[in-house]
């Protein structure tokens, strides 16, 4: 019986992803800052551990209570809507120790294990922002290509280890807390000046033509840890599938 570590558990895609492998009959390790039994109680084959990515005594501290593991989900993120002009370099720095940075040492931490074994997958969740440019998330979309390009060179360092690296790109999903998930990172980052273009922005999120559900970014996770072909890339959701195709 498998075992795949999920990172970013508390809600969204996450608590979703979770819920699929378990019911997948896999065993899982759901992962999250402050572990809640209300959100997710844990049960056979499935424990709930603090972590933290952005804190390696966190992250040893994680991996040392799970036990060996066949995947690794690295999905834990924020989001961040704003003007970049308005963006403190201090709210940046926040946004890419958690995307980006936390990524890369979850994704470090585990290879060792990957590498004994010689197999093991790493699924990296980023976003449809990756695929078209938006506006208002220039952080937020840097800090997912990084994870984008860092994913796709990855891939072919550990083919000689029989490890694979995977790509999970979910659409807008209007039911995640995208958002609230941001805080107080947000205030102040519509400054006047950008207030109107703001408002046209919004509202074209408030009435999307497609949108990604919770349900459809676990199924491409679950596709994407057991896939065993050269694919990188697994659009999630009927948005980012469109956007994928026209970019």
């Not at 498998?2 to 969204?12: E, R, Y």
């Not at 056979?44 to 804190?55: Q, S």
């Not at 890369?104 to 294990?113: C, H, K, S």
């Not at 949108?211 to 459809?216: A, C, G, I, R």
């Amino acid at each position: 019986m498998k075992t795949v570590l999920i990172t970013g558990c508390s809600s969204g895609y996450g608590l979703e992803t979770a819920r699929y492998f378990h019911f997948q009959g896999w065993n899982v390790v759901a992962t999250m800052r402050t572990p809640r039994e209300d959100v997710l109680p844990a049960s056979e084959r499935l424990r709930v551990l603090a972590l933290d990515v952005t804190n390696p005594e966190s992250i040893a501290a994680a991996l040392k209570a799970s036990g060996p593991i066949d995947v690794l989900v690295n999905n834990a993120g924020i989001g961040l809507f704003g003007a970049f002009e308005a963006t403190p370099m201090s709210t940046m720095r926040e946004v890419f120790e958690t995307n980006t940075f936390g990524v890369m040492a979850m994704t470090q931490a585990v290879l060792p294990r990957f590498h004994a074994r010689r197999s093991g997958v790493v699924v990296n969740v980023t976003s449809s922002a990756t695929l078209v440019p938006m506006p208002l998330v220039a952080v937020y979309t840097a800090s997912k290509m990084a994870i984008e390009g860092f994913t796709a060179s990855l891939a072919h360092e550990l083919e000689i280890f029989n490890v694979r690296v995977k790509l999970v790109e979910p659409g807008y999903a209007p039911t995640t807390r995208f958002t609230s998930n941001s805080g107080s990172r947000m205030d102040g980052l519509i400054p006047e000046a950008y207030a109107r273009f703001a408002q046209s922005v919004f509202a074209l999120f408030a009435e999307p033509t497609a949108v990604t559900t919770e349900s459809d970014v676990a199924k491409e996770v679950w596709r994407a840890a057991n896939d065993t072909s050269g694919q990188l890339r697994f659009p999630a959701g009927a948005d980012a599938v469109a956007l994928a195709q026209s970019s």
